[in-house]
């Protein structure tokens, strides 16, 4: 018997690994699909964006976007950039969100913001309805302080100002200085006024009670219309809360007096530039110019 070449004997013991070396890693397969690459920012599902523009609530300013377009019946969202905050006031606030029809009813439950790094996310349903969603309202509750504002939700809103009686804030000068809220109602053309030492109107500026306020329409070709107490004993608002303090009182309305005309006021689309005076112990103070609109009802 013929005995094999001794080169053809250590053949397969080069073909097989050493006991302990490494396995040589397999090729890429043509075959394997590819690692799925993640963005880094996921495009949103609500829709495109829409500045609807800034309110301003107790001195803060909030700008307001809305994502997609409010549907009956399917979530819609907002985001909510509060300017100039610090995240100790964001975490500190309780911000509420709903959208509402031309009369003001609620078209959606009010939504809490969640606080996503240096802005707030608000989910949003508006309820099936005849009427159709055209603003949105925004609430802050702080500090005891409970105030809301709105804007239009076809992006043609505008900077805002909400007092607490839903009047028309605005800055006065002279004797210290303060913040008033004026009020129109469209209804009646009637006018409530209500005068603060503070910004955050917790503090009456209080006038004797036989001060007037005089108020000139710029836009009424320069008209001019005096507010005064609606009586001496509690001089109550429109809510039944007295006013009056020691003498004295913070709020005026006209009209006052009997035969005085207020059907030129009346009205949703009314509006003029106002400058609100007043003098107390023979000192004259005077209101910054702003625009005062109606409060629908």
Known sequence: MKS??????LLPALLLPACGDPTRPLPPSKDKPASETK????ANDHGDKTDLGVLVLDGNKFRIVRLGKPIPGKEGAFEVLPQGASSDDIARWNLYLWVEDEAGAQLS?????NIEGARLHFHVTPRQSEKTPTKVVLRL???GKDTRAKLPLDGHGHEHNDGPHHGIPAKFAGDG???LELKLHDDKGDLELWLYQDAEHSKPFDLPLAASVEIEFIDADGRKVSLRPRNTEKNE???GEPNVRDGGTNYFIYPSKEGEDAS???GKAFQSIVIVRFSLDGKKSASEEFILKPHVH
């Open 39 to 42: 963005k880094e920012n996921p």
């Open 4 to 9: 094999l070449h001794p080169a053809l004997l």
């Open 264 to 266: 030129w006021l009346k």
């Open 237 to 239: 608002d429109e809510a």
């Open 177 to 179: 200085g303060g913040t």
């Open 109 to 113: 439950a009010p939504s809490k913001g």
């Open 141 to 143: 509750r702080s500090e």
